[in-house]
């Protein structure tokens, strides 16, 4: 490729749009005209991209962030106004970071005890405007990032099995651009990436019989009842959950666009079918009632059920399409996107948009829709100050699932669920974050099940408990130089539960993080020291592993997170303050000596007494070590309070005692900082 005729790039930083956050840096100049360099490279402006660049950036790493549109935020900033987790206490590290900069934006603007601060819930729920202002201005406050929008990817240039390059066109002038780094984050929803240099991914559902996944494959699902309907084979496919734009609304009438005429590409018989969905009682209420799930009584069995509203600040709403009639239009108009080229893609972009913006005129005007549900639905419009240069329409297309990457492990369905008399799900020593949200895929395809309750590849909301995702997810087999952070090596079934922005932001963090160590340590992405790892994300609040009885203020956290990606726990209750048991301290030396390779560290003859491990035991230990590895370790940094050495020992005590044990001697490589 001759780069001689590529255009220079400014090494001046972007200037985000409608926010006054300037980020202006002015490293790394081109070596050549149309080529620029970066220590990592982020491509895709999601939120599990940006979260990449800026862990990468706070690490010291200078970064180029991309994004094909001209903002940033991925779905956060493009109507998905309410975070989706279902447990707070199971998701932090940047996530957190981002929800408290909402909250504060509330806080400041409208004060404390104001409706729109209930209304953001803690700041998990905002205004698409808000959750742009909040990520630029993150972003804005790092100076080793650089963002280039309006950036389509067009070539990935390989070095035999490593990425080397990347060919953009900056889709305002046209020009090529060409972008070189030692390390690439693939932060797309469509996996574009790793696609263009070659690695093996999925696309479409496994069969049941290939991971032994019991929701797998071809599968009519009641959602009510949670059960399997006839008709249900296994048999895996091509098919793609369907894909919607999510719309922001409002019922401020001063703040409202109203369509008053027939969008473009109208035709009402795109929606006739949920006419039967009213008449046959699919728009009534759900079975469950949840809080921010979208329900609100008085929509039930009106046709603005064929929508989902959530409350969010400043008379607004987070509207879904309601994926449970039979009448939903918008599935199998997606199958072939996540291998089209970009016209292609806009074009399905069109199409998409024009089936939504039917769809609000449809239930707001067609004669024979009940006069009183027409009003109802005359109350909602798009609001005139959100997406001000794109007629107040979103920007990202919702893509629920495109490609997935094959990776060094596949995450399926029988790890995130209770196996068997199992306590908590699949243990990873490779752990870098928890999951926790319920399995949603929406229809996959348009035939209804035979009683006529469900569209087929429909799983709503199938409840889970927490569950680790294990490092080697991110990894491609074969590829260098790349690591995976959205379209991550999952089934279709997993993918339906990690497919959420609170975690893929995390996910994103990891990445970015673990970026930097591969060029810092110069070792291959599959090759960072995953107990290094582990250490530095423990210390930036990210959860790995959930238990149901600790706490962020207990002085054991942290300690009791890393061992629980090593199997000291089999349940969801750590118990830190209860008494360590003789055969359960025996498991947990047993375990830190095959991570450490260390041998004679129990003392010789030593036999429980009662089966109570005292607290001169574990310093019994503890003086071994310190003898071989020259370390000393204070008794008050991992005791709760000072006691008599023949006390009994806490769970959470020799959790801190062997944690610090494993960080501060020479066992652990490379040395933790």
């Known amino acids: 490729m001759d780069r001689r005729n590529f255009i220079k790039i400014s090494a001046l930083g972007t200037i985000f749009s409608g926010s006054g956050i300037t980020a202006a840096c002015v490293w790394n100049e081109p070596e050549s005209e149309g080529e620029d360099r970066a220590d990592i490279a982020v491509i895709g402006g999601t939120p599990a991209g940006i979260m990449a660049a800026i862990a990468a950036a706070r690490m010291g790493s200078k970064v180029i962030l991309t994004e094909y549109h001209g903002h940033l935020g991925g779905m956060t900033t493009s109507g998905l106004g309410k975070s989706d987790i279902e447990n707070k206490e199971a998701i932090a590290g940047l996530f957190k970071e981002f929800t408290g900069q909402v909250l504060q934006y509330y806080t400041d603007k409208y004060g404390k005890d104001s409706n729109n601060v209930r209304l953001c819930k803690e700041g998990y ?51 090529r651009k060409y972008l070189i780094a030692e390390v690439f984050v693939d932060a797309t929803y469509e996996g574009d990436i790793f696609a263009l240099a070659g690695a093996e991914y999925r696309l479409g559902r496994e069969g049941k019989d290939e991971f032994d996944e019991e929701h797998a494959g071809h599968i009519f699902f009641d959602f009510n009842e949670k059960s399997f309907l006839e008709g249900s084979t296994g048999e895996g496919d091509y098919k793609l959950p369907a894909y919607t734009y999510r719309l922001c609304m409002t019922d401020d009438p001063e703040n409202s666009y109203v369509l008053s ?80 080229d970009w016209e292609t893609r806009e074009k399905i972009f069109q199409r998409h948009r024009e089936l939504t913006l039917g769809l609000i005129y449809f239930v707001q005007n067609d004669p024979e829709i009940p006069e009183a549900h027409r009003n109802l639905a005359l109350q909602y419009h798009l609001p005139k100050d959100e997406f001000t240069d794109n007629e107040h329409f979103p920007w990202q297309f919702y893509i629920r699932e495109a490609r997935r990457l094959k990776g060094m492990y596949t995450l399926t369905e029988n790890d995130v669920t209770l196996q068997g008399n199992a306590k908590r799900t699949t243990v990873f020593e490779d752990t870098i974050i928890t999951g926790e949200f319920p399995i949603d895929s929406f229809p996959v395809s348009k035939v209804p099940s035979m009683d006529n309750k469900v569209l087929e590849g429909y799983i709503g909301m199938l409840e ?42 995390g996910i994103g963090q990891v990445a970015g993080i673990s970026a930097h160590l591969s060029r810092e340590l110069q070792v291959e992405i599959k090759d960072v020291p995953i ?14 592993t959930y238990f149901e009885d600790m706490q962020r203020e207990d002085k054991a956290f942290d300690a009791i997170q890393f061992w629980g990606t090593k199997g000291f726990f089999d349940s969801y209750l750590a118990r830190p303050k209860e008494n360590l048991t003789a055969n359960d301290f025996e498991l947990w030396v047993s375990i830190f000596t095959n991570l450490t390779d260390s041998t004679g560290i129990i003392p010789a003859g030593w036999k429980p007494n009662d089966q109570t491990v005292r607290i001169k035991d574990i310093m019994k230990i503890i003086q071994d070590l310190e003898k071989s590895n020259g370390n000393k370790l204070n008794p008050n940094s991992w005791l709760y309070k000072s006691r008599d050495g023949d006390a009994a020992v806490l769970r959470g005590e020799v959790c801190m005692a062997l944690y610090q044990l494993f960080r501060e001697s020479n066992l652990a490589q490379p040395a933790f900082s």
Do not use: C
Not at 262 to 274: L, Q
């Open 261 to 340: 005429e027939p969008p473009s590409g109208y035709d009402r018989n795109n929606y006739v079918k949920y006419f039967a969905d009213l008449k046959e009682g699919r728009l009534s209420a759900p079975k469950v009632f949840k809080e921010g799930h979208g329900y609100y009584a008085d929509h039930f069995d009106t046709m603005v059920r064929v929508f989902s509203f959530t409350e969010i600040p400043n008379r607004k709403y987070d509207v879904n399409i309601n994926p449970r009639p039979l009448g939903f239009p918008f599935v199998g108009e997606n199958y072939s996107y996540p291998e089209s």
């Open 125 to 175: 729920y905002y205004e698409p405007s808000v959750a742009e202002l909040v990520f630029n201005q993150m972003i804005g406050e790092e100076k080793n990032i650089r963002v280039l929008l309006n950036y389509q990817i067009e070539e990935v240039d390989m070095n035999d099995e490593r990425v080397s390059g990347i060919v953009f066109i900056d889709r305002n002038s046209g020009d």
């Open 464 to 505: 889970i408990s927490p569950y680790q995702i294990p490092y080697r997810i991110l990894v491609p087999e074969k590829v260098l130089g790349l690591i995976v952070p959205v379209a991550a090596s999952t089934t279709h079934v997993a993918f339906s539960t990690v497919r959420m922005e609170p975690l893929w932001m």
């Open 531 to 544: 107990p290094y790892l582990q250490s530095i994300l423990i210390k930036k609040r990210q959860i790995l």
